[in-house]
């Protein structure tokens, strides 16, 4: 999902800028730098997140590192678009919507995606 994510704002939306694609597994980050091309390539999330160049986060990474780096990046002040869920298991949820309403502006959007839903084809 990262890379579609990638993908449509490197094509879709003229003002936005993709500053580094980071992904776990390094290759796959270089190819679709490569493909958007895309200067900075990480496969360290936590300094991607830090880094003062990077104005927006995309989360797309397995369920249970969500919480981690939506906090991370809310910690960095930085808006969010990411996969759901938000914090599995549910009750996680509250806590970190609790953290985006004390930062004093809105921060997190939920990506659903509805590509396999019959009415949205």
Known sequence: MGADH???????????E?????????????EL???????????D????????A??????AAPDAMHRKLIFAALAAA??????KPMAPPP???TGTISVEVKRGKPLIQIGYNRRFDPAYR
């Not at 990638?6 to 936005?16: D, E, F, G, M």
């Open 91 to 93: 009750q996680n949820s």
């Open 18 to 30: 993709l500053g580094t694609i980071c992904d776990a597994d390094a290759e796959s980050a270089a």
């Open 45 to 52: 999330p936590w300094a991607a997140i830090a880094d003062k």
């Open 6 to 16: 990638s993908r449509t704002l490197a094509t879709q939306v003229p003002a936005a």
């Open 78 to 83: 930085k808006p969010i678009l990411y996969e």
């Open 33 to 43: 730098a490569a493909e958007l091309e895309v200067d900075s390539v990480s496969n």
């Open 54 to 59: 990077i104005d927006a986060v995309i989360v």
